[in-house]
């Protein structure tokens, strides 16, 4: 599976670090969920450390789609909400 | 409730579904697709170059508040040695309402290098994913029929459009931190200008701001007895040699 850990690069990981990501990723929605932010931040940073230390990176000049795309680590509570209502915090990009 | 994940993809996807609706004359809308994002890259450059350069402003700020510490503590001195004992702490309690906010400052600069540094190899990235879509373009138009080349087309766009919404997400939130720098070294400003006693940490709780107070003002105390006995023991000297 392919996974882009935003602002970084994307990973090819294999099923059983996906599972585990998988499991992570339930509990930072929790922690999002509860306005827990220092449980976010240690959440996704284990994501990222998960597919960091298991994945195999992708060249840059790769073009494939990434499966799942992990939020960056050092996202606050708010730039998160912000991110998630689809709103804000990406740039509308024009049409290519 | 969704992961994350899927969230995140969700949102980025969103953003550039429009690039796989036009996909109606591969040919033709390979090369605006192409075109479209030399622009693109372009707007990226832009947008890294105005983060540097706030960063840069930001620096030369932090230094002439670097400055305006040192003057204030010569001038708790001055106003030790002529006896003023309250203008003292009155500076010595500015100097150290200065120094919490630079060191606030100072993190902020710290993560800002490092949002700028993943901002540049992200750029990078996106350089080389355009310069592979302009080679597979060609492949593309070469080799497959229509229908095989939309599929084609529908893949390569989206792999550039993921990158450029990432990219596009690293500048925004360097963009809005170099804000809340420039909001904060401004209100520094103001604080030394003035002297205007205000709490400019938006996070902090009545408590924080209170157990800063305690040590800001023990801090002061410290520093002005400290001040005293410099003096006065270069008195006492003066006094054995007259």
């Known amino acids: 599976m392919i996974v882009r850990l935003m602002g970084e690069g994307q990973y090819d990981v294999d099923d059983e670090v996906a599972k585990g990501l998988n499991e992570l990723d339930e509990q930072a929605a929790q922690a999002l969920e509860a306005g827990d932010e220092e449980q976010l931040g240690e959440l996704l940073r284990r994501m990222a450390e998960q597919v960091r230390t298991n994945g195999a990176r992708l060249a840059d000049e790769d073009l494939s789609p990434s499966e799942a795309i992990v939020p960056p680590d050092d996202l606050s509570l708010d730039e998160a909400r912000e991110l998630f209502e689809g709103e804000g915090l990406i740039p509308d990009l024009p049409t290519v | ?242």
Request: no cysteine; aromatic share 2%.
């Open chain 2, 1 to 242: 409730m969704a992961g994350l994940m899927s969230r995140a993809s969700l949102v980025v996807k969103s953003k550039f579904s429009k690039v796989l609706d036009r996909a109606e004359d591969p040919g033709e809308t390979l090369d605006y697709s192409y075109e479209k994002q030399l622009e693109l890259l372009q707007n990226v450059k832009r947008g890294i170059a105005d983060v540097v350069t706030a960063k840069k402003r930001l620096e030369l700020q932090e230094a002439q508040l670097q400055q305006s510490l040192v003057k204030l503590d010569s001038q708790a001195r001055e106003a030790v040695a002529a006896n003023r004992e309250d203008l003292a702490r009155q500076a010595l309690e500015r100097k150290s309402g200065l120094q919490q906010q630079l060191q606030a400052l100072d993190q902020q600069t710290q993560q800002l290098q490092q949002q700028q540094e993943k901002l540049v190899a992200s750029e990078k990235t996106l350089s080389a994913k355009v310069e592979a879509f302009r080679t597979q373009k060609e492949t593309i138009k070469a080799q497959y029929s229509a229908a095989e080349a939309q599929v084609r087309i529908g893949e390569a766009a989206t792999g550039i459009g993921e990158q450029m919404a990432d990219t596009g997400l690293a500048i925004q939130r360097a963009k809005d931190k170099t804000d809340q720098m420039q909001a904060r070294a401004s209100a520094i400003d103001e604080l030394t200008t003035s002297g205007a006693r205000e709490d400019f940490t938006s996070d902090q709780t009545e408590l924080d701001r209170q157990l800063g107070a305690i040590a800001s003002q023990s801090q002061v105390d410290r520093e002005l007895e400290q001040m005293k006995a410099e003096l006065g023991s270069g008195e006492e000297k003066k006094e054995l040699q007259q």
